[in-house]
């Protein structure tokens, strides 16, 4: 049950974009097209569950160990870096494509605080390794179902009429809003 709470809180209740306002860089700037914000959804899943697990095994088997907690944001940020390296490679092998639609977002997960926040949140909540991972998981899931929610509104914005002055970001900013306010419905289930 205990996993449960974790995964329905991080995914919906504590959701890291719409209550934290964490990886707004990356939820308005990919989420004008639907097939850019799944990629970036899946490689933003990948780089935290990835980077999260690691970070764990790092801080409890290395840097607790040897006395040097203090080392954990260096680490964690050079660990991040590795991890987006590596996707961006794979997804520059693999799929063309998606890496130019992605463009610039793509090395910017390195500089995505909520990748960082998550690692260091595992920490901070004192997650053991499976919760670190549902934790993990369940934010990153949450980040790509924000990023798949507005790019579906935005493309149908894109069709729609309004003034001249509300057309791209500004009627972003405002259904942004608006989400996050439904979304705090969601703050009594967990």
Excluded: H
């Amino acid at each position: 049950m205990n996993l449960f709470s974790i995964f329905i809180a991080s995914l919906l209740v504590n959701n890291v974009i719409l209550s934290k306002f964490l990886g707004m860089c990356p939820f308005l700037g990919v989420s004008t097209k639907l097939s850019s914000a799944v990629g970036m959804g899946v490689a933003v899943i990948f780089v935290i569950l990835g980077a999260s697990v690691v970070s764990w095994l790092l801080y409890y088997y290395a840097l607790v160990p040897l006395g040097l907690e203090y080392m954990e944001l260096i680490c964690f940020i050079l660990l991040i870096a590795s991890f987006v390296q590596f996707v961006e490679m794979f997804v520059k092998k693999t799929s063309p494509a998606l890496y130019k639609s992605l463009g610039i977002y793509l090395p910017l997960i390195t500089t995505n605080c909520a990748v960082l926040f998550v690692a260091m949140d595992n920490i901070t909540q004192k997650y053991n390794l499976i919760e670190t991972a549902v934790n993990s998981v369940a934010v990153a899931g949450g980040f790509m179902l924000m990023l798949v929610i507005f790019a579906t509104i935005r493309e149908r914005l894109e069709g729609s009429d309004m003034p001249k002055a509300w057309k791209g970001n500004p009627i972003a900013f405002v259904v942004a809003a608006i989400m996050a306010i439904a979304f705090s419905a969601f703050a009594g289930l967990v």
